[in-house]
Nanobody
Framework: QVQLVESGGGLVQAGESLRLSCAASGSTWSINRMGWYRQAPGSQRELVANIDHRDNINYKDSVKGRFTISTDNAKNTVYLQMNSLKPEDTAVYYC?????????????WGQGTQVTVSS
């Protein structure tokens, strides 16, 4: 089992920055990839960014150049630095960890943290 605890959400104005953190604990050795998803009201949950154990990174097109995902393996923590925030970035952000060592692969989720960007 893996537990994910997020922090760093809040209310900011357009153009400002936030940094989200997600600390993993438990059977972290089984995690192959970690990332961030978000879900706005009335919308489906969508991938924002993820990073795997080889440091391969994927970003949602609309956040490229503004958001940066990174990890601190010693702390089992993944970060999402969000710059130049826009009102359309408003959503609940969820940390995700994928265990691909089992079949089928299993997803762990954090409790979510609210990010609100005012115009």
């Amino acid at each position: 089992q893996v537990q994910l605890v997020e922090s760093g959400g809040g209310l900011v104005q357009a153009g400002e920055s936030l940094r989200l953190s997600c600390a993993a604990s438990g059977s972290t050795w089984s995690i192959n990839r970690m990332g961030w998803y978000r879900q706005a009201p009335g919308s489906q949950r969508e991938l924002v960014a993820n990073i795997d154990h080889r440091d391969n990174i994927n970003y949602k097109d609309s956040v490229k150049g503004r958001f940066t995902i990174s990890t601190d393996n010693a702390k089992n923590t993944v970060y999402l630095q969000m710059n130049s925030l826009k009102p359309e970035d408003t959503a609940v952000y969820y940390c995700n960890a994928e265990d691909m060592s089992i079949e089928p692969p299993y997803d762990y989720w954090g409790q979510g943290t609210q990010v609100t960007v005012s115009s």
